[in-house]
C-alpha cells in the first residue's frame, strides 16, 4: 500500500489536486481522508486543507 499526501492553502485548489491525482492513476483506491486546520497570523487566519490517499498500486 501507498499514500499520496496533498496540502493546498485554499480547499478549492485541493480539490484540483485531488481530482488530478484521481485521473492520473489506476491504482486501487483504499481510502481518501481529508484534514483542515488554522491558525492565526496577527490579523489573519491562516487555513490549511489536506488529503491523504491510500491507494494499492
Same mark, same amino acid.
Given at each position: 500500500?501507498?499514500?499520496?499526501?496533498?496540502?493546498?492553502?485554499?480547499?478549492?485548489?485541493?480539490?484540483?489536486? @485531488?481530482?488530478?491525482?484521481l485521473?492520473?492513476?489506476?491504482?486501487?483506491? @483504499?481510502?481518501?481522508?481529508?484534514?483542515? +486546520?488554522? +491558525? @492565526?497570523?496577527?490579523?489573519?487566519?491562516?487555513?490549511?486543507? +489536506?488529503?491523504?490517499?491510500?491507494?494499492?498500486?
Amino acid at each position: 500500500m501507498k499514500v499520496k499526501v496533498i496540502d493546498e492553502a485554499h480547499e478549492l485548489d485541493l480539490e484540483k489536486a @485531488v481530482n488530478q491525482f484521481l485521473e492520473k492513476t489506476d491504482a486501487e483506491i @483504499v481510502d481518501i481522508k481529508f484534514q483542515v +486546520s488554522t +491558525s @492565526v497570523c496577527g490579523e489573519e487566519q491562516i487555513y490549511c486543507f +489536506s488529503a491523504l490517499i491510500m491507494y494499492r498500486d
